[in-house]
RNA sequence: GCCGGAGUGGCGGAACUGGUAGACGCGGGGGACUUAAAAUCCCCGGCCCUUCGGGGCGUGCGGGUUCGAGUCCCGCCUCCGGCACCA
C-alpha cells in the first residue's frame, strides 16, 4: 500500500491517537501494580486474585523483530484481558543486558560496554512504547546494572555456601574464535552455538553450578507444569536423559584398585569380555606406569584431546583404541578381561569406564570386530541356541543364557537379581545415570557479573563477604580477548586483600555466564530497588509463581531449564516459596518471511517500525496475532497487514456512523422482541463475548478471537448499510454491538479502542472497564438449524424451534421432498435424532 | 535409532465434546460508484459432472469402529522439532 492515509475527517490516525493514548497511560501510571519491595516499606498484600504475566526479557540488541511484537503483542492481551478480569496483573519488562555482542562492539569500537547497552536499551525501550504495551515501566530492570548484579552475585554465593559451585580442572568446550569456554547447551553440532567456530576441548580450571545435584528433581516436578507444552517437557526430559542402571566395581589384576563402571544392563555382566576407559580417566597414567604399552596409549590420549568434539562424538566414526597391556577382574565370575583405552567412552558421563557386552551392544560390538575381541552371547531370543554366533549385536528381549544363575530369567528379571547380588556382595548396586552435566557458568570476558571471589595464596578460593557486595566492573582500556579474562588487565581493581587473612590476594577475573542472569529476573521485577535483599519472601510469595510465562521455544531447554534450577535452590535455601518458577508456559512460533526466518544475513527482515508507521501499531499488534496460531511458525504477508489495518477502518466507520439515538446499557430481550434484525444483531454480540473471552482467557486461541470479532463487525457494517437495523431497537442493537466490538478489540489494538470508547461517551479508562460477560438469555438461539440426512450424507436443512420434539422433528424430516427423493421409497431401518443437530435416516443400502 | 508435534481450497487457517468441512483473512474473478484511479460497497470462488432441479467425489495413504469420522482405533507415508558413540 502506497497511498498515504487520507485527508478526510473519518479516517482513522493512528499516529496521533496512539502518541495521545500512550501519553495518558504513561502520565496515569494506568499499568503499575502493587505490591513492590521498596526499603523501610510496609507491605500490604492485596485480597484480590494475582496475575503475573510475563513474556522472556529481551537482549537489548537496539532493535526489536516480529518475534518481540508476537512474543510482547501475546502477553499484553492476556494482561488486559485479566486486569478486566478482576486479577491484580504484574507484567513488567526488563534487560537480559550482558553478553557478547555488547562487548564485541567495544572491541571493535572502544566504547565501553555500558554504554553501548544504555543506548541500546533506550531504542529498545522507545519501540516497546510505540506498540503501547501495558507494562509497568515502574519495575523496569537490566540485568547488567550493579543494583542488579550485585544480587546475582550474592545468590552465586548462596550457591556457593551451599556446595553447589565447584572450582574444578575441566575439558571444556573452548571457542578459539570468541576465545572463551562455552556451555555444553551452547555447543550445538559441535560447534559454537554464537560464531559457528569448531568447538575445542580444552583443560582449565572452570567453575561450575552442580544442576546434576537437581536432576531427579528437574524431572520430577514437571508434574506441577501442568500447562507446558508437551514438546519443552520432552526437550528437558531428553536434555536431562535420566537411565536406570548399575554402578558395578571391576577390581584391577593387582588387586591395588577398583574401576567402578556405569551399565545399563547388569543383565549382560557375564558377557563382558573388555573393558574400556575414556583417555581423560585419572586411572590412565597408573594403569601404564612403567609398562611398554606407557608410550602408545600416552599417545593415543594426546591424540584424543587434539581430536574436535565434533568429530569425536560422531557415532559413524570407527571405533579406536589402545590395550593398556592391563586386565581387571569381572566381578560375576571371576574372569579377567583386558583394559582398553578408547575415545568413544566419555569421562563426563557415568564414571568414565564402561564394561564391554560386544553381543549385546552395536558399539562394543564394532570395537570388539575392529580389535579381534571376543563376543560372547548372554541373551538368546525365542528358539535361538545359546551358543549361536552372533553377527551383530543383539540388542532385543530374550532369555539369559551362559549367565549362571541368570540362566532364563527374561532381561528386566535378570536386571534386578544382578543388582541384588552385587549388592549382596558390596560389588555394586542399582544406580541412575543422568546426561545431564554440571552447569559451566566461568566466562572469560568481560561483560557479565564478576564471580565474587578472591583467590588467596594461603586460603585459596575465599568469597567476598555480602557487605563487601557488589564486585564493581573496573574501567578497561581494551577488551580484546587474550585467553583469558579481560578483566585481568584492571591491575588496580584485580589486586585485592584476601577478606580471610587479609594479605595480598588477586581477585577472580571471570564472568559468570548470562544465563545465570536470567535465571532469576522475574523475581527482581518485584523489589527493582530494594537495596538491602534480592527481592522480599512476603512479595514474591504473593506473586510467584508466574501465571503466565511466554516466549520462544528455542528457550526451551537452557533458559527454563536454568530458571527451574535457581528456583529450587532457592527454594531449599527458605528464600522462596515456590519450586517451581513459571506454571503455566506457551511457547510461541517463529515469524518467517520470503520462505525463511528473518534475519539480517538474509536481509528479509521487516522492521516493526517501517509497519508502526504505515500503517499504525494497532495494525501490527492485530496482524501478528492473527496470522495463525500462536504457537506455529508463520509466514509474513505484506497483504495480510493491509487487511488487518481494512478492518480497523472497518470498525471505525461502524463507530463514527451510529445514529444518534440508542446509545446506553444493552437491550434486553423483552425490549428487541418483534425485530429479528436488531435481536439478532444482539445474540451476535453476546456469542462473540462467549467466544472472545474463552480463546483469550482459556485457549491461547487469538486468531479465532480475532475472526469472532471480524464477524461481529461485518455483521453489524451490513445491517447498519442496508436499513434493516433503522428502527429504535434496531439502534439499541446496532449501539451495543459497537460498544462489545470496541471493548473486546482493546486488548489487541488498545489505541484504536480507547480512542473509540471515548468519543462513544465512555471515557478514558477502558483499560479498567470491567470485562463484557454474556447474558445467557441471548445465547440461547430462538431457531436452530436441523441438518436431515439419509444414510449419514446431507440431503436437506430444516429450521426450527429449540428444544423440538423427536417425533416432530421425524415428521418434518420426511416430508421434505429432497429427502423422500433420496429416501426413495426404501425402508427406513433407523432413524437417529440429535437434539439440535440432526436427523439421520438410515435405509437399506440398494 | 529413540522421543515429541503436524499433514484440510491458490495461500494462512476454522471446525473446541464424533454430528452442516472450508468460518475469518489474503490472493483471484465479476459488478456498482468515479472523467479516471484510489478508497468503499455488492456478488462469485474445493474438485468433477449436470437436462441447472441437482448428483458424485473430497481433510497425506490403506484399512477399521460407528447411523455418522478432519476428529476415535490399527498399519503406513511425508514434513518439522528435540536427543543420539550417554554405556
Known amino acids: ?145 550493579p543494583g542488579y548484579y550485585h544480587w546475582t552475585q550474592w545468590i552465586f554465593l548462596r550457591f556457593l555456601e551451599k556446595g553447589l559451585v565447584e572450582r574444578r580442572e575441566a575439558a571444556v568446550n573452548w571457542c578459539p574464535k570468541d576465545q572463551t569456554v562455552l556451555a555444553n547447551e551452547q555447543v550445538v553440532d559441535g ?269 585459596g578460593v575465599v568469597p567476598v563477604p555480602d557487605d563487601q557486595l557488589p564486585v564493581l566492573l573496573p574501567h578497561i582500556d581494551d577488551y580484546a580477548p587474550k585467553g583469558q579474562s ?15 587473612c587479609g594479605g595480598a590476594a588477586t581477585r577472580e577475573t571471570d564472568t559468570m555466564d548470562t544465563f545465570v542472569d536470567s535465571s532469576w529476573y522475574f523475581l527482581r521485577y518485584t523489589a527493582p530497588h530494594l537495596s538491602n535483599a534480592p527481592f522480599s519472601r512476603e512479595i514474591t510469595d504473593y506473586w510467584l509463581p508466574v501465571d503466565q510465562y511466554i516466549g520462544g521455544v528455542e528457550h526451551a531447554i537452557l533458559h527454563l531449564l536454568y530458571a527451574r534450577f535457581f528456583t529450587k535452590v532457592l527454594h531449599d535455601l527458605g528464600l522462596v516459596g515456590t519450586r517451581e518458577p513459571f506454571a503455566r508456559l506457551f511457547t510461541q512460533g517463529m515469524i518467517h518471511h520470503q520462505g525463511a526466518k528473518m534475519s539480517k544475513s538474509r536481509g528479509n527482515v521487516v522492521p516493526p517500525d517501517d509497519i508502526i508507521n504505515r500503517f499504525g501499531a494497532d495494525t501490527l499488534r492485530l496482524y501478528i496475532l492473527f496470522m495463525g496460531p500462536a504457537a506455529d511458525d508463520a509466514e509474513w504477508s505484506d497483504s495480510g497487514v493491509e487487511g488487518q489495518r481494512r478492518f480497523l477502518d472497518r470498525v471505525w466507520r461502524l463507530v463514527m456512523a451510529l445514529p444518534g439515538d440508542g446509545a446506553g446499557e444493552r437491550p434486553t430481550p423483552d425490549e428487541l422482541a418483534g425485530d429479528d434484525a436488531a435481536l439478532a444483531l444482539v445474540r451476535k454480540a453476546e456469542a462473540t463475548v462467549d467466544k472472545v473471552s474463552q480463546d483469550i482467557g482459556e485457549r491461547f486461541s487469538f486468531h479465532t478471537a480475532i475472526s469472532a470479532i471480524q464477524e461481529l463487525v461485518n455483521h453489524a457494517t451490513r445491517d447498519a448499510g442496508d436499513g434493516t437495523l433503522d428502527t429504535p431497537a434496531g439502534h439499541r442493537a446496532l449501539h451495543h454491538a459497537a460498544r462489545t466490538t470496541v471493548s473486546l478489540l482493546f486488548p489487541f489494538a488498545p489505541h484504536i479502542a480507547s480512542e473509540l470508547w471515548e468519543r462513544m461517551g465512555g471515557g478514558e479508562r477502558l483499560w479498567e472497564e470491567p470485562w463484557p460477560a454474556a447474558d445467557p438469555a441471548f445465547l440461547v438461539a430462538d431457531t436452530v438449524t436441523i441438518v436431515v440426512q439419509v444414510n449419514g450424507k446431507l440431503r436437506d436443512r430444516i429450521e426450527v424451534a429449540p428444544g423440538m420434539a423427536d417425533d416432530a422433528l421425524l415428521e418434518m424430516a420426511l416430508a421434505l421432498p429432497k429427502v423422500e427423493a433420496a429416501l426413495g421409497g426404501a425402508e427406513i431401518k433407523r432413524k437417529i435424532v440429535v437434539p439440535g443437530k440432526l436427523v439421520n435416516l438410515v435405509v437399506a443400502r440398494p
Open 191 to 459: 560447534l559454537c552455538e554464537r560464531c559457528k567456530a569448531p568447538v575445542e576441548l580444552r583443560q582449565l580450571p572452570q567453575w561450575f553450578l552442580r544442576i546434576t545435584d537437581y536432576a531427579q528433581a528437574l524431572l520430577d516436578d514437571m508434574d506441577l507444569l501442568v500447562d507446558w507444552p508437551e514438546r519443552v517437557l520432552t526437550m528437558q526430559r531428553n536434555w536431562i536423559g535420566r537411565s536406570v542402571g548399575a554402578r558395578v566395581e571391576f577390581g584391577l589384576d593387582d588387586g591395588s584398585a577398583t574401576i567402578p563402571v556405569f551399565t545399563t544392563r547388569p543383565d549382560t555382566l557375564h558377557g563382558a569380555t573388555f573393558f574400556l576407559v575414556a583417555p581423560e580417566h585419572p586411572m590412565v597414567p597408573r594403569l601404564i606406569e612403567g609398562r611398554p604399552e606407557q608410550a602408545e596409549v600416552t599417545a593415543y590420549v594426546g591424540t584424543a584431546a587434539r581430536t574436535p568434539l565434533a568429530e569425536r562424538s560422531s557415532a559413524e566414526r570407527t571405533k579406536t583404541g589402545v590395550f593398556t597391556g592391563r586386565h581387571v577382574i569381572n566381578p560375576v565370575n571371576g574372569e579377567p578381561i583386558p583394559v582398553w583405552v578408547a575415545d568413544y567412552v566419555l569421562m563426563d558421563y557415568g564414571t568414565g569406564a564402561i564394561m564391554a557386552v560386544p553381543g549385546h551392544d552395536a558399539r562394543d560390538f564394532q570395537f570388539a570386530t575392529t580389535f579381534g575381541l571376543p563376543i560372547r552371547r548372554v541373551i538368546a531370543e525365542e528358539g535361538v541356541e545359546a551358543d549361536a554366533p552372533l553377527v551383530e549385536a543383539m540388542t532385543d528381549p530374550g532369555r539369559l543364557v551362559n549367565s549362571d544363575v541368570l540362566d532364563g530369567m527374561a532381561v528386566e528379571e535378570a536386571k534386578a537379581t544382578m543388582c541384588a547380588w552385587l549388592a549382596e556382595r558390596d560389588l555394586g548396586d542399582a544406580t541412575v545415570g543422568f546426561r545431564l552435566r554440571d552447569w559451566l557458568i566461568s566466562r572469560q570476558r568481560y561483560w557479565g557479573a564478576p564471580i565474587p571471589v578472591v583467590n588467596c595464596p594461603e586460603c
Open 1 to 145: 500500500m502506497t497511498t498515504p492515509p487520507s485527508e478526510l475527517p473519518e479516517r482513522y490516525d493512528p499516529a496521533a491517537a496512539e502518541a495521545r493514548w500512550q501519553g495518558i497511560w504513561d502520565a496515569e501510571k494506568a499499568f503499575h501494580a502493587e505490591p513492590v519491595a521498596r526499603d523501610g516499606e510496609v507491605v500490604v498484600i492485596p485480597d484480590r486474585p494475582k496475575a503475573y504475566v510475563l513474556e522472556m526479557l529481551p537482549y537489548p540488541s537496539g532493535e526489536i523483530h516480529m518475534g518481540h511484537v508476537k512474543n510482547y503483542t501475546m502477553g499484553d492481551v492476556v494482561a488486559h484481558h485479566r486486569r478486566r478480569t478482576g486479577h491484580v496483573v504484574f507484567h513488567p519488562m526488563g534487560y537480559d543486558a550482558f553478553g557478547l555482542p555488547a562487548e564485541n562492539a567495544a572491541i571493535r569500537t572502544g566504547e565501553p560496554p555500558a554504554e553501548v547497552t544504555a543506548r541500546n536499551i533506550a531504542a529498545i525501550r522507545t519501540q516497546l512504547k510505540r506498540l503501547g504495551f501495558s507494562i509497568d515501566w515502574d519495575v523496569e530492570i537490566s540485568t547488567a546494572d
Open 486 to 500: 579481560p578483566l585481568a588487565s584492571a591491575t588496580e581493581w584485580l589486586h585485592t586483600t584476601c577478606p580471610a
